[in-house]
């Protein structure tokens, strides 16, 4: 049974840093692609970024060069470390997961999801 639990969500100032953290189980790093969503309400889900079992990458537009996703294989663990937070990546963020997600298709497995808000 696959489960992923995020936290390091909260609430912080525009400029601000947090990480979040998605642990994961039945998912292992090397068979998965992995990654982390946005959503807020009333507006579609959207990709933040993903890593696959090679470390490959991949960032949307609105998070290069402040977002960094990576994953600790001997935790199974995924992070989302993000920088220089602006009061527009306030969203619930979600970790997700899919054999062939790096390859296009929409994640399998999806977490609960974590708060994160950015103040001006």
């Known amino acids: 049974q696959v489960q992923l639990v995020e936290s390091g969500g909260g609430s912080v100032q525009d400029g601000g840093s947090l990480r979040l953290s998605c642990a994961a189980s039945?998912?292992?790093?090397?068979?998965?692609?992995r990654g982390w969503f946005r959503q807020t309400p009333g507006k579609e889900r959207e990709g933040v970024a993903r890593?696959?079992?090679?470390?490959?990458?991949t960032y949307a537009n609105s998070v290069k060069g402040r977002f960094t996703i990576s994953q600790d294989n001997a935790k199974n663990t995924l992070y989302l470390e993000m920088n220089s937070l602006k009061p527009e990546d306030t969203a619930t963020y979600y970790c997700?997961?899919?054999?062939?997600?790096?390859?296009?298709?929409?994640?399998?497995?999806w977490g609960q999801g974590t708060q994160v808000t950015v103040s001006s």
């Open positions: 997700a997961a899919g054999i062939h997600y790096c390859s296009g298709s929409y994640p399998h497995y």
């Open positions: 039945g998912v292992t790093s090397s068979a998965y692609c």
């Open positions: 890593i696959d079992g090679g470390g490959r990458t």
